[in-house]
């Protein structure tokens, strides 16, 4: 297979894969920091939003938890960002978020690792692609 790379789908997989490697390490470096630096508290799940997608004739279905806390004693209420495809939260669970103090509605749960599992799985793909292209540019020098 990598005899078969010309020099120029190698220099595609390099550059791809050091995009990836950056991209993927900004976004778990930035959750990080967004954990360590932000504001704790509780929120508790007001529902659960039911989320439809079609594609190529199928159905998806996800579920994305509405989040309720206060700040100041204002009260808040923020769809999640993270959803899955099954309800994670139940209604009415308290759960420990983070929020950014510059914007209270920026809220990460700490406990939901998927976004870092992705994150490292797109890290693992980019270094692959970095790995094969190096290799093909290597076989095509020789």
Do not use: W
């Not at 120029?8 to 995009?19: F, N, P």
């Not at 509780?42 to 594609?55: F, G, I, Q």
């Not at 509605?105 to 700490?110: A, E, F, Q």
């Amino acid at each position: 297979m990598l005899n078969s790379l010309t020099s120029e789908y190698s220099m595609l997989l390099v550059a791809a894969g050091i995009a990836a490697i950056f991209i993927m390490t900004r976004i778990l470096v930035r959750r990080r920091r967004a954990i360590q630096n932000g504001i704790h508290t509780e929120a508790t799940v007001v529902r659960n939003v039911v989320n439809t997608d079609y594609h190529g004739g199928r159905v998806y279905t996800s579920y994305s938890p509405v989040l309720r806390y206060y700040v100041n004693g204002q009260a808040h209420e923020v769809i999640y960002g993270g959803s899955s495809m099954f309800p994670k939260y139940k209604e009415g669970q308290a759960i420990k978020i983070v929020y950014r103090c510059d914007n209270v509605r920026d809220v990460k749960i700490p406990s939901d690792r998927i976004q870092d599992i992705a994150a490292v799985v797109g890290i693992a793909i980019g270094l692959a692609m970095f790995a094969v292209g190096v290799v093909g540019l290597y076989i095509n020098l020789v």
